[in-house]
């Protein structure tokens, strides 16, 4: 009878020592797997941050470029003004995916290469002397575009 009532209790208590491991084990597993989904959303936030910043600042350039030809070849105030209030608006539209890239990314190299694109690109207004200036600012616009991709992109990938 003791032999029975030993071999019960061991029973029961390896039963709850392995309900206490298991369970341990489903909470770390789902403990992994919330930082795994995390660490993906973030991501995809600092990609799209990336993307949209590139393409805001893409657009703002083509604005640019453009209100800087009308400008040039002395196209009709009306003309000038519309592009101007295009500008306008694509300049704005850089401010928020930069300021989610600023507090998404904390790399300084990132940030640095952001802020050279967009300053090259806003230095475009600067450029409205000759064909020549204009085009030189946009190309400079562009190599800092092409910068700033490779710099995120090298920092996407070590992420």
């Known amino acids: 009878m003791v032999i029975a009532l030993v071999t019960t209790a061991i029973a029961v208590v390896g039963t709850l020592l392995g309900a ?5 084990f489903q909470e770390r597993s789902a403990e992994r797997s919330v930082q795994a989904s995390r660490g993906e959303a973030v991501r995809r936030d600092c990609l799209g ?9 893409s657009d703002h350039r083509r604005a640019m470029w453009m209100r800087g030809d009308a400008v040039l070849k002395e196209a009709p105030s009306e003309r000038i ?3 101007r ?3 306008h608006m694509t300049r704005s539209g850089i401010t928020r995916p ?7 990314i904390e790399d300084q190299e990132v940030r640095e290469a952001a802020v050279t694109m967009i300053t090259l690109t806003y230095a475009i207004r600067q450029a409205y002397t000759s064909t020549s200036e204009l085009t030189e600012a ?7 575009h092409d910068l700033f991709v ?4 090298r920092y996407m990938r070590a992420a």
């Not at 206490?20 to 341990?24: E, K, M, Q, T, Y």
């Not at 941050?49 to 600042?57: F, G, H, I, N, R």
């Open 81 to 83: 003004e519309a592009l």
């Open 49 to 57: 941050a990336v993307t949209d910043l590139a393409c805001a600042v």
């Open 138 to 144: 946009r190309e400079a616009a562009k190599v800092a």
């Open 20 to 24: 206490i491991v298991s369970g341990r």
């Open 150 to 153: 490779d710099v995120a992109a």
């Open 98 to 104: 930069l300021v989610a890239l600023r507090v998404l």
């Open 85 to 87: 209030g295009e500008s």
